[in-house]
C-alpha cells in the first residue's frame, strides 16, 4: 500500500491539510518511487516523507530493508527539500521545520538512540549546517545518525595533534553551499561521513558542489556500493569503516598524505 498512500497523502495535500507519510525507509522511497516523483515532485504536493531506520539500521533483516540509496533516489528528483537531522533536539526541530515549510520534503532518521549536543533552543534552519568544532586541519562533515561517529573521530584526532573542523549538514538539499566552500578554503580538505552508499549521497553533492566551485582534495567515507551484509548493527558499522575510531584513522592517513 506505500503507492496508494503516497498517492493519497498527495491528494489531501491539495485540500490545503499537511500529511506525513511516515514508514521505514526503502518501502517510502524506493517502493514508491514513482509515485514519489510524479505524485510529490512533479505535481509539488506539500507531503512530508518520513524515512524512518534508514541505513543500516534494520541490521539483521537485510539488505531488503536497508536504505543505502534513499538520499541518491530522492536527490533525483527536483527541489525535493532533504532532511537528515544529526540529534534527538533536531530530529523534533526538523518535524516543525518540515510542516512549516510549504513544498515537499524527505526528512530521513534512524533507530538507534543518538547522545544530545544541542539545547532546545537550538536554531534550526532548512539549508543552513552548523559548525559544531573549530579546526583548520581538515573538514569532517557528518549528516544524520552518522553525526556522533564523524564528532567521536574528531575527538579523537584532536588527542593527536589533527585540529578537525566538523560540520553538521542536516539539509542535504538546499545544502548550504557558502559554509561548506569556506571550510574547503580554510582547510584545504573536506571528509564526509555518511550512512548511505557512497554514490549519490552527501559526499557526492559536496563532490558536486567543490567540482564546480572550489576543487578540493576530499574523501568520502560510507558504504560502497554493493548490496551490504547482514548482521549486528556495530558489526556491520566496523564492516564499513563507520566506527569512530576508521574514520579517525581514514581521516589521519589523508591529513598525512597531504603533508608528504
Excluded at 31 to 59: A, H, Q, W
Excluded at 126 to 135: H, L, P, Q, T
Excluded at 169 to 184: C, F, G, S, V
Aim: glycine share 10%; with cysteine; net charge negative.
Amino acid at each position: 500500500m506505500e503507492q496508494g498512500i503516497i498517492g493519497f497523502a498527495s491528494g489531501l495535500a491539495t485540500t490545503g491539510k499537511i500529511p506525513f507519510v511516515v514508514a521505514i525507509t526503502p518501502f517510502v522511497t524506493s517502493r514508491p518511487f514513482e509515485m514519489f516523483r510524479n505524485d510529490i515532485g512533479y505535481m509539488k504536493t506539500n507531503v512530508k516523507v518520513v524515512g524512518r531506520c534508514s541505513g543500516l539500521t534494520y541490521s539483521t533483516l537485510g539488505p531488503t530493508h536497508y536504505s543505502l540509496e534513499d538520499v541518491a533516489l530522492i536527490r533525483a528528483i527536483p527541489e525535493i527539500v532533504i532532511l537528515s537531522p544529526g540529534d534527538p533536539v533536531e530530529v523534533k526541530k526538523a518535524v516543525h521545520a518540515a510542516a512549516e515549510y510549504v513544498g515537499p520534503l524527505y526528512l530521513r532518521i534512524g533507530n538507534q538512540p543518538l547522545p544530545v549536543y544541542f539545547e532546545e533552543d537550538h536554531s534550526f534552519e532548512i539549508g543552513k549546517g552548523v559548525v559544531m568544532k573549530e579546526g583548520d586541519d581538515v573538514t569532517i562533515i557528518g549528516t544524520g545518525f552518522a553525526l556522533h561517529r564523524a564528532y567521536d573521530a574528531a575527538l579523537l584526532l584532536e588527542k593527536e595533534g589533527i585540529q578537525a573542523r566538523v560540520i553538521n549538514i542536516h539539509t542535504i538539499r538546499p545544502l548550504d553551499e557558502d559554509l561548506i566552500l569556506q571550510a574547503a578554503m580554510d582547510t584545504g580538505r573536506i571528509v564526509t561521513v555518511e550512512e548511505h552508499y557512497i554514490l549519490g549521497g552527501l559526499g557526492s553533492a559536496v563532490a558536486e558542489l567543490l567540482a564546480v566551485k572550489r576543487p578540493t582534495s576530499m574523501r568520502m567515507i560510507g558504504v560502497p556500493n554493493q548490496f551490504a551484509e547482514n548482521g549486528p548493527y556495530e558489526e556491520l558499522l566496523g564492516l564499513y569503516g563507520l566506527l569512530p575510531h576508521q574514520i579517525a584513522e581514514n581521516v589521519r592517513d589523508f591529513v598525512q598524505e597531504a603533508l608528504i
